[in-house]
């Protein structure tokens, strides 16, 4: 059976170069995401944690190509960049929800005070 391949074309944002990796050379180390025309390359970190989903990815196309359906698979970045802007815009505002409840939790606490001070005063004055 032949071995599966993927092509990743890569368009580097500093030259503006194209350039094509395989990713079975990224997750066996033997090509690095660098632009072979200006030498830019990603971060170590999000190198490694790009390997380690490419390599997720294939495991998890081959077990369901062998089983179930055939796979080819067609990603824009761009697209990808548009649901992620649109998760943090989510994100945002889901912690600006936060903020506000914790808001109203610290006015809710301040009027718990109030009622207890009054209370004390209550008691005093007897």
Same mark, same amino acid.
């Given at each position: &059976?032949?071995?599966?391949? &993927?092509s !990743? ?15 079975? @050379?990224l ?18 970190? =999000?190198?490694? #944690? ?5 390599? +997720? &990815?294939?495991?998890? !196309? ?5 089983? *179930? ?10 697209? =990808?960049?548009?649901? !992620? /802007?649109?998760?943090?815009? $989510?994100? @945002?505002?889901?912690?600006? $929800? #936060? #903020? =506000?409840?914790?808001d109203?939790? $610290?006015?809710?606490?301040?009027? /718990?005070?109030? *009622?207890? #001070?009054?209370?004390? @005063?209550? +008691?005093? $004055?007897?």
């Amino acid at each position: &059976m032949p071995r599966p391949t &993927m092509s !990743i074309d890569f368009t580097c944002q500093k030259c503006e170069a194209s350039f094509e990796l395989e990713a079975q @050379d990224l997750i066996e180390g033997t090509e690095k995401i660098i632009c072979p025309h200006c030498d830019s390359k990603a971060p170590a970190n =999000l190198s490694e #944690d790009f390997v380690a989903a490419l390599t +997720e &990815m294939r495991a998890q !196309i081959a077990t369901l190509s062998k089983k *179930y359906f055939a796979v080819t698979l067609a990603l824009e970045a761009e697209e =990808l960049e548009d649901e !992620i /802007d649109d998760d943090d815009d $989510d994100a @945002d505002e889901e912690a600006e $929800d #936060d #903020d =506000l409840d914790e808001d109203e939790d $610290d006015e809710e606490s301040e009027d /718990d005070e109030d *009622y207890d #001070d009054e209370a004390e @005063d209550e +008691e005093q $004055d007897r």
